[in-house]
């Protein structure tokens, strides 16, 4: 089996040289960026009862699934981490190791998929961030990634809500009218309500610990944490 979905890989791949122009068509993640990477900074820091120093996660093992061209394994990285990012494009990844080249940063990218990823070690923490919306098969994506999750350990899933609000807002809104997206990069029969996500992680030993929403503000230009789930959301799991 596998989890790769050679349509959705083939759209970012033709992508994949704009992943760090805060500009091009990865616009909206870099606006999101800062408010993700607080949230996940925070939570593992909360887990794992970590003290606020320049490098809060230090020691702490990292998989960045779906890391794109490293806009998250980056700052995960400058905080401690010890991060390892795997994706099922070639151009993702080599985009990723020339930027984290440039930059001197010492951080592991692979070329595989979950399923397919050869490596004995497994991780403090897991983050499928805006990926499960596009895989093949989100019930086998998601049982692969949690045999790489250690015991007690975190994983973090955000991804978009099947609601008709996320319809009329992340691909009418945001891909046909704010023109944020390329036409065509969501499908919202992919899109996963967070029911549906916890139900396929308890069959992976992976209990629900935290649910949140990510909300626009159009007057403030910003993104932020909120209980409003209906669109965007982030879910915290730790493996039993």
Known sequence: MSSVNKKEIEKFSKMANEWWDPKGKFKPLHKFNPIRIKYIRDNIMSNFKLNYTSKPL???????IGCGGGLLSEPMHRLGANVTGIDASINNIKIAKLHSKKNKLDIKYIHASPE?????????????MEIVEHVEDIDFFLESCSKLLKKNGLMFVATINKTLKSYIFAIVGAEYILRWLPIGTHEWEKFVK??????????NNLVLNKLDGINFNMIKDEWKISKDTSVNYIAKFVKI
């Open 58 to 64: 230090k020691k702490i093992d990292i998989l960045d």
């Open 116 to 128: 397919k990823l050869k490596i004995k070690k497994k991780f403090d923490v897991i983050l499928n």
């Open 194 to 203: 967070p029911q549906e996500l916890q139900k396929i992680q308890k069959k």
